[in-house]
């Protein structure tokens, strides 16, 4: 008997992602991914002033703020062909990068790792033991017999209290956690020192950009932060070095705990390098610029298609038209008026038209993205993946180092094919993450050499023409290709659109009737216990969704049967 | 003694963002020592850890949903506040919410919490307040200055001459 699972929203920020799942014979059957509210934030930007938008597109979304800033300074520099000073690249891209760094660590430890970890089996675990493993794993300077002792008579003072907390909506005893006590612990250790890790990613982030959790010092034409090699009151040597600090604190956790885990949890789990692999169409787009005008890059992307390397096509600078025609998004499934197909970005619409939840009709307030009609993949995985077969060295170095820790844990032998799953995202953000931490240093050794040649500048004031011009922003935000699209007429904003990355993963079925990423990779997901859909959240996860989720189980009359709250 | 004044909203959503007016307006009624800290802190969840952790006290400012009449001034305190995150009377309290079960996690949450707000009229995308809301905002203000001074904070009035 077939029954149906509901995953349903609880946040009103970007999104607010559904899922509903047809559950037969333990495992998905078929998966619908809807988006619960109507993202209408292009319409408030009409008549506006081009260099307004961003401090506007920031609060599109609850979690990456900065990254709708950044994108839509680029999409007016990328039409008024703005060129930028260095000095303004390097700021930007030490932000882009703590922000992609801190998103990935909390992703893993705070909003996801408790779909693999049971935080009460770590109260069976030997401290010792613990210890002696972990420091066999890494030289991670936390991982103490010491420190293990004192967090498990700490968690169970906090169980013993019957007050969870943080920890209350968690499947613990699920048949499908599969880890020992001791790896328990170790990463409930891990999952507390990241929260005082995560912190130094906020600093670099609040000390560039002015403030957090939303950034000031962005302008069309670079940044308004002033450089200067000794006054007080702007961005100074004493002070980057500051960041300097925390950005190797980081790169120590996220190269000697982060990547490790990752690993060592994979190992465990080796049955779920096969669950989850759906769309294997990966976009990924260059980013980290080099040069004022978008067309060199610290880290490449582009398209491979049907998870083949070699078909590996590179998106060259973020004005290839390779990028800017391929991209069009469709409305057949979505709540808005359609009837022209699908439609390129600049020439798209908005104008909703809410019907109820209909299977075969209209089910999301998301569009359907697609890159020359095709749905895609987007996200860490995509851009591990166009790194490695670009021949990007520090990626191709970590993805093995991760893979072969994982094949000594899992004693069989794990390879980069393991990555197209649910494990395998995962495992590539960690990987991603340890690439961009190194990359951030880099961003920070640009700067401190431009400076050291009397550099200074950091904005190139815009002109804006008479007439018609349009651009777009393109980003590889942590979650992958974002892009903001924007035609202004005589200095005025014409249209604006966005294509975010949860757009791409959670589209809903397009034009050709094609499930989206969320709906392609559920498919075949067992379920061991429906009321427990553990693991369908696992899948869900994977992907880092830009929201919360409340789960309910629907039977087949779709009355609710049960509901639990997930993170 | 360090104390936050925390407005969370989403201002793209009308009354959503509420709070973060009202964390917009209040340094133009008063000002206000180096003990207190304006937040502005949007829909953003873990990014505030930092900003929250080991206060003395934290004010959160916000669009309440208590099924009164819109721009009713609503106060939650005490047993109450465990309340307001149960039953989700706020839209975007997952982030704030886990951000406040993680500090009691690390023992480091704040002494003592209050919620301030408003019933909200409109939820529809749109960066003004709803004329009802507008009209409670004033009220809004002084019930923020109000919670200062019971915590032995005076706020000296009207620096908007001086602006």
Redesign the interface.
């Known amino acids: 008997m077939s029954q149906r699972v509901t995953i349903d929203p ?4 970007e999104g607010h992602l559904r899922v509903d799942v047809e559950v037969d014979a333990g495992k998905v059957r078929k998966a619908w991914a809807s988006g619960q509210m ?1 993202r ?2 292009e ?2 930007l009409i008549g506006r002033d081009p260099r307004d938008a961003w401090a ?1 597109t920031q ?5 990456c ?1 900065t990254v709708h800033a950044l994108a839509s300074v680029r999409a007016v520099e990328n039409a008024l062909q703005l060129e930028l000073p260095v000095n303004a690249q390097y700021i930007r891209n030490m932000i882009i990068l703590a922000h992609a760094v ?1 998103d990935h660590i ?1 992703h893993f430890y ?1 909003l996801s790792a408790l779909d693999w970890v049971d935080v009460t089996s770590a109260l069976k675990a030997d401290p010792a033991k613990a210890a002696s493993l972990a420091e066999s794993l890494s030289s991670w300077s936390g991982n103490s017999k010491a420190e293990f002792t004192k967090v498990k008579e700490r968690l169970a003072g ?1 169980v013993g209290s019957g ?1 969870l ?2 920890f209350t909506n968690g499947y613990w005893g699920h048949p499908a956690m599969k880890l020992p006590p001791e790896v328990n612990l170790i990463a409930v250790v891990h999952y ?1 020192q990241a ?1 005082e890790v ?2 130094h990613a ?2 670099v982030v609040s000390i560039l950009g002015g403030k ?3 950034i000031q010092n962005l302008a069309v034409g670079g940044v308004c932060n002033a450089l200067a090699i000794d006054s007080q009151s702007v961005l100074t040597v004493e002070r980057l070095l500051a960041v300097r600090g925390w950005i190797d604190q980081l790169a120590d956790f996220v190269k000697n705990v982060y990547l490790i885990d990752v690993a060592v949890v994979g190992g465990f789990y080796p049955e779920w390098t096969t669950i989850g692999r759906g769309i294997v169409d990966y976009i990924s787009v260059p980013d980290i610029p080099l040069d004022g005008r978008n067309t060199q890059f610290a880290l490449p992307g582009g398209h491979i298609a049907g998870g083949d390397l070699a078909t590996f096509k590179e998106i060259k600078t973020h004005d290839d038209a390779y990028f800017r025609d391929g991209v069009t998004e469709s409305v057949k499934h979505s709540w808005y008026e359609g009837g022209k197909g699908p439609l390129h970005p600049y020439k798209g619409e908005t104008r909703p038209q809410y019907t109820d939840f209909q299977e075969d009709g209209k089910y999301s307030w998301l569009k359907s993205p697609t890159f020359y009609e095709k749905p895609m993949q987007v996200g860490p995985l995509p851009r591990v993946l166009a790194m490695v077969a670009a021949g990007h060295q520090p990626t191709i170095d970590y993805a093995t180092h991760a893979l072969d820790l994982v094949s000594t844990v899992a004693k069989t032998k794990v390879g980069l094919d393991a990555l197209h799953s649910t494990i395998g995202r995962h495992a590539a953000r960690a990987v991603a993450c340890a690439v961009e931490v190194d990359e951030l240093a880099r961003q920070w050794d640009l700067l401190l050499a431009s400076m050291a040649k009397g550099d200074l500048k950091t904005f190139n004031k815009p002109v804006f023409p008479k007439g018609e011009i349009s651009g777009v922003g393109i980003h590889e935000a942590p979650r992958g290709v974002l892009s903001h699209w924007i035609v202004i007429n005589d200095g005025k904003i014409k249209n604006y659109q966005c294509v975010v990355p949860t757009t791409w993963n959670a589209a809903p079925r397009n034009d050709k009737d094609e499930p989206g990423a969320y709906e392609a990779c559920l498919a075949g997901t067992p379920v061991a216990i429906p009321e427990q859909p553990l693991e369908v959240l696992r899948t869900v996860h994977s992907f880092d969704p830009c929201l ?1 989720c409340a789960v309910h189980v629907v039977d087949q009359e779709k009355q609710p049967v049960v509901k639990v709250k997930a ?1 | 003694m360090r104390i936050v004044v925390l407005g969370v909203g989403n201002i793209l959503l009308s009354d959503e963002g509420l709070g973060v007016r009202a964390i917009e307006r209040l340094p133009l009624a008063c000002a206000l020592p180096p003990t207190v800290e304006l937040i502005d802190g949007g829909t953003s969840g873990m990014e505030m850890l930092e900003e929250l952790e080991g206060l003395d006290a934290l004010i959160i400012v916000d669009a309440v949903r208590a099924g009164r009449a819109a721009g009713t001034p609503i106060r939650l305190a005490g047993d109450a506040v465990p309340v307001f995150f149960k039953t989700r009377l706020s839209p975007h309290q997952v982030g704030l919410c886990d951000v406040l079960a993680t500090l009691e996690l690390l023992g480091r949450a704040p002494k003592h919490t209050a919620i301030l707000g408003l019933q909200p009229q409109s939820l529809a995308l749109g960066m003004e307040l709803s004329r009802e809301v507008e009209a409670g905002m004033p009220e809004l203000l002084r019930m923020m200055i109000n919670e200062l001074l019971m915590l032995g904070i005076g706020a000296s009035p009207a620096t908007i001459e001086a602006r």
Not at chain 1, 59 to 63: D, E, L, N, S
């Open positions: 609880v946040t009103r920020i109507w209408g934030v319409n408030i506007i609060r599109i979304c609850g979690v703020t801190h909390v705070h906090f007050q907390g943080i507390l929260l995560q912190r906020n600093k957090t959790p939303h919360a993170a």
